[in-house]
């Protein structure tokens, strides 16, 4: 069998502001019917990265193939298959839902209005009051309807699930899943760990701009990674790290320890201690 082309491709994406390094070096595929994490917390060079592959700043270097199309040009012509959820949404304050989504078929959006009406009823949105007067949840459920509404091929989510409750976070995974049935591939961003152990096929750990590990979430279920910093009142030995099994991606500095433990933290509290 013929494997599918990547629907988004990274090969050594690179950002750096100044002396900066925002993303070190990246390298990622996502395959068609794929809903891949991208995990890691603040700062960690997440929205970066998707602002990059959305081209709304350009990389300092490498590669960025979407739908297999590495020109600027060319992947602007496949924009109208990309959905688009910002971490730092701003919508149109002054208009209603109902006018935002019709304003953005205008714009080129080839919006499903009954998947539009599916989507409605499954977030329980209001479309027909200014965004403004809406409370940050009910903003996100209009951001995350104009991601969706033209079913993209490429769905492009930073922490999608801020401001929902349990209930709406549940319906937004539906959505996804039924999105992926049909082919399309989701690049989900989040800093929660249960949340794209739930969600997601595969996950890559971002820190510092560099992605450490991928991990394969179906089978990998019981490698839950914790993410801890640790203050020493002397500066430890990398060694007494190292002989500990669950402990990965050591990062000393002076008195200062970032690492990660994966599975059960017992065995590491214990050589810990």
Known sequence: MVKAEPTLKLEK??????????????????????????????????STTIRTILDFIRPTSGQISIFSQTD??????????????????ALYGNMTGRKLFKHLSQLGYKTDWDYVKELTAGFEANLDVPIRSLSKGNRQKIGLIQALMHRPKLIILDEPTSGLDPLMKERLYEFLRQAAQQGASVFFSSHDIAEVQKIC????FIRQGKLIAVEDMHSAKQLVA???????????KLAGFKKIKSVEN????????????RGQVTEFLSELA
């Open 13 to 46: 994406l690179t950002k750096k502001y100044g002396s900066t390094l925002a993303v070190d070096d990246l390298s990622l595929e996502i395959q068609p019917g794929e809903i891949f994490g991208f995990l890691g917390p603040n700062g960690a060079g997440k």
């Open 72 to 89: 600027p040009g060319e992947k602007t012509a496949y924009r109208c298959y990309v959905g688009h959820l910002a971490g730092d949404i």
């Open 201 to 204: 096929d595969r996950t890559g």
């Open 226 to 236: 914790h993410y801890y910093t640790a203050t020493f009142a002397k500066k430890p």
């Open 250 to 261: 050591i990062d000393i500095n002076d008195h200062e320890v970032t690492f990660t433990v």
